[in-house]
């Protein structure tokens, strides 16, 4: 595993500024799964667990698909996942309280 304080977090992780985010950021190993037990009591723990939920978007086993539906066309290409709530948002007329991680994305606007 690796570990950073929020000071020297990679850019490519877009959380250094992140109020929600720790002082000590790790990251394991793609497909590792962290518990405190195996088995079946493991797999129930994993159920609840925390802060579990970031990832980096440079391991293209992470990427996911994204289809939007709408009246444009072609291939929008790469699109971060921190983009797609402010977008949404930027459809909806809806203000943040306090800014997103990400950006409304322009191809989508």
């Given at each position: 595993?690796?570990?950073?304080?929020?000071?020297?977090?990679?850019?490519?992780?877009?959380?250094?500024?992140?109020?929600?985010?720790?002082?000590?950021?790790?990251?394991?190993?793609?497909?590792?799964?962290?518990?405190?037990?195996?088995?079946?009591?493991?797999?129930?723990?994993?159920?609840?667990?925390?802060?579990?939920?970031?990832?980096?978007?440079d391991?293209?086993?992470?990427?996911?698909?994204?289809?939007?539906?709408?009246?444009?066309?072609?291939?929008l290409?790469?699109?971060?996942l921190?983009?797609?709530?402010?977008?949404?948002?930027?459809?909806?007329?809806?203000?943040?309280?306090?800014?997103?991680?990400?950006?409304?994305?322009?191809?989508?606007?």
């Open positions: 595993m690796e570990s950073w304080t929020r000071e020297e977090l990679p850019a490519r992780f877009h959380l250094g500024s992140n109020a929600r985010v720790g002082d000590l950021i790790t990251e394991a190993p793609t497909g590792t799964w962290l518990a405190e037990h195996s088995g079946v009591a493991g797999f129930i723990e994993g159920l609840g667990r925390r802060g579990a939920h970031a990832y980096d978007s391991r293209p086993e992470m990427h996911t698909w994204l289809v939007v539906l709408g009246s444009g066309t072609g291939d290409g790469e699109v971060p921190w983009d797609l709530a402010p977008t949404i948002a930027a459809w909806m007329e809806i203000k943040w309280a306090v800014e997103p991680d990400g950006k409304p994305v322009d191809s989508l606007r």
